[in-house]
């Protein structure tokens, strides 16, 4: 099992940056397919970005290809989330997502574990 806890959620202006963080606990991170899915107010939540770490492959949700990229830092088992250019309509709960299928793009109903959301909110 592995245990995730996002940080780095705020208040930022359209336009500014955040980097959103998901510590990772239990197990490494290269053992599962990693991302991010969000939930906006009233909203069911959605895929942002999944990563496999062993090649490299990624999908990034169309609204936030070129604005958000995701990494990791092996060392210290953390996988990151930068995002740019923010629009009020990034406004969302930003949740950590691992699954142990092995197959892009990573779905919802195929996470294995989540973390409980970190807040990020867009003042336009």
């Known amino acids: 099992q592995v245990q995730l806890v996002e940080s780095g959620g705020g208040l930022v202006q359209a336009g500014g940056s955040l980097r959103l963080s998901c510590a990772a606990s239990?197990?490494?991170?290269?053992?599962?397919?990693m991302g991010w899915f969000r939930q906006a107010p009233g909203k069911e939540r959605e895929f942002v970005v999944s990563?496999?770490?062993?090649?490299?492959?990624?999908y990034y949700a169309d609204s936030v290809k070129g604005r958000f990229t995701i990494s990791r830092d092996a060392a210290k088992n953390t996988m990151y989330l930068q995002m740019n250019s923010l629009k009020p309509e990034d406004t969302a709960v930003y949740y950590c997502?691992?699954?142990?299928?092995?197959?892009?793009?990573?779905?919802?109903?195929?996470?294995?574990?989540w973390g409980k959301g970190t807040l990020v909110t867009v003042s336009s």
């Open positions: 997502a691992a699954t142990t299928w092995d197959i892009l793009p990573m779905t919802r109903d195929r996470v294995n574990y």
């Open positions: 239990g197990r490494t991170l290269s053992s599962y397919v």
């Open positions: 990563k496999r770490w062993s090649d490299g492959n990624t």
